[in-house]
């Protein structure tokens, strides 16, 4: 297989240091990729767009946006943590792309990609706020791609589950012989997706091989969900 080739691209990271952050910073600079990292959640308002405007001309923005899910069953959610998957994933990911996408439109390119959930794909028990803001997040995407693809800005999801990360995935709940059951029972791949895997599939969407696709949403999942 060909490398993918992101030379001469700036791309804009967001939550590097979680969810698949590391994976994605280390693939992208691989590709040859100038990566733009920004920290933090981007929770509170204002944040996401100071991170837009900070990072000048971008030719890619991945809004990789995860916090941990809750166990919660429907009748025990409260407000506060539906609240909470709203603004730390909904949120930032429409301010994100507020900000983002007037100056693509004006140059007539560029690229969105989100990291989200294939939780939006697949009803999980216990998980509904966070399966809802997951899949307003993927609604979200399918929608503004519509509108931006007239202008050759083609924005995307990944909508990933059974991905080997430390947000999700971490080494104790790896380590343990009931959740490697589960993979086997669960997912017809029968282990973890790696994190390369997930994240070279990630920077293939960034390139320019990837013009043709709009408002798509691809499950990387190992067949858990289509």
């Known amino acids: 297989m060909q490398p993918i080739d992101l030379s001469g691209k700036r791309i804009l990271l967001t939550h590097a240091e979680a969810f698949m952050g590391p994976a994605l910073h280390d693939m992208f600079k691989r590709c040859g990729a100038e990566v733009i990292a920004a920290q933090g959640a981007l929770a509170n308002p204002g944040e996401a767009e100071a991170v837009i405007e900070q990072a000048g001309q971008i030719d890619a923005l991945v809004a990789n946006l995860g916090v941990p899910a809750p166990n919660t069953p429907a009748v025990d959610v409260t407000d506060d943590e539906w609240k909470l998957m709203f603004t730390h994933m909904v949120d930032p990911l429409q301010r994100l792309v507020r900000a983002a996408l007037p100056k693509m439109i004006e140059r007539q390119s560029g690229k ?27 609604a979200y995407i399918r929608s503004v791609a519509l509108e931006a693809a007239p202008h050759n800005v083609k924005i995307n999801a990944i909508a990933q589950n059974f991905v080997d990360n430390p947000t999700y995935f971490p080494e104790d709940i790896q380590a343990n012989p009931a959740f490697q059951a589960r993979l086997k029972r669960e997912v017809p791949l029968g282990r973890l997706v790696s994190a390369e895997e997930d994240a070279s599939f990630a920077a293939y969407l960034c390139s320019d091989a990837a013009d043709c696709f709009v408002g798509q949403i691809f499950p990387v999942c190992g067949g858990w969900a289509d």
């Open 112 to 138: 969105i990609l989100l990291m989200g959930s294939a939780s939006a794909l697949r009803g999980i028990k216990r998980a509904s706020s966070y399966s809802a803001a997951r899949g307003a997040q993927l």
